[in-house]
């Protein structure tokens, strides 16, 4: 069931989704070659308690930590490691999902780490570009599908692929609601969008082929064949005009 929110619960996700914005604005400002990916997550759980807000995804179906946090060939859910070190020309995806007052805002964005070839910068900034291309169709009286395919013909355009096996979602009081958001497909298909809804739009897109595997942790997703991966994502409200991106700081 697609639950339509009061305007009380959207300024309430708001909140949430404000606290993400400014983690992961912080996380960006301390990311360089060196760090661990323990390290950034200690970073952002101290942001999210100087917030009086809490961690969505420590404890959700057993994940062992705050932050989602996939270097390179990982496509999503990479656990924090103090093994893990980044490089230069690394690139690393933070995905950060913060609970304030019952409700859940939840955000992405893939960081260059040092210098990086301007062969990785393209896929990075065709995956931001894919995401605004998504929520620019987030609106009233369009379908679901209609944004799934606006993503697919942009990524699809510059020959890198969009990840098929995980897509965006619902968000509220929980943090995987209806209606599900695949990355790909033909537009006007799925539920049809209505002002109140709030969804969390999330393009994964891999440089080589969209097939993904989970490693043995049972969580890191990385691509079958080795190539790189870019996620970002952005909490978005439908209203009768223009999208409502919450998690970004006006």
Known sequence: MIIIKSDDEINKI???????????????????PGITTKDIEL?????IKSNKAASAFKGYRGYPA???ISVNNEVIHGIPSRKKVLKDGDIVSLDVGVVFDGYIGDAAWTYPVGKVSKETQKLLSVTKESLYKGIE?????????????????HVEGYGYSVVR???????????????????????????????GMV?????????G???VAVLKDGWTAVTAD?????????TVVVTDDEPGILTQLN
């Open 226 to 234: 080795g190539s790189l991966s870019a996620h970002f994502e952005h």
């Open 14 to 32: 708001d909140r949430a989704s404000k606290i993400v914005a400014e983690t992961l604005i912080r996380l960006g400002e301390v990311i360089a």
């Open 165 to 195: 096996a995980f897509v965006g979602h619902g968000v509220g009081r929980s943090l995987h609601e209806e209606p599900q958001i695949p990355n790909y497909g033909l537009p006007n298909k799925g539920p049809r969008l209505k002002k």
């Open 137 to 153: 169709k987030a609106r009233a009286n369009n379908r679901v599908s209609d944004i799934s395919h606006s993503i697919q013909v």
């Open 209 to 211: 082929g969209f097939e």
């Open 66 to 68: 705050s932050l989602c």
């Open 43 to 47: 970073k952002a759980e101290a942001i």
């Open 199 to 207: 969804l969390a739009i999330e393009p994964m897109v891999n440089a």
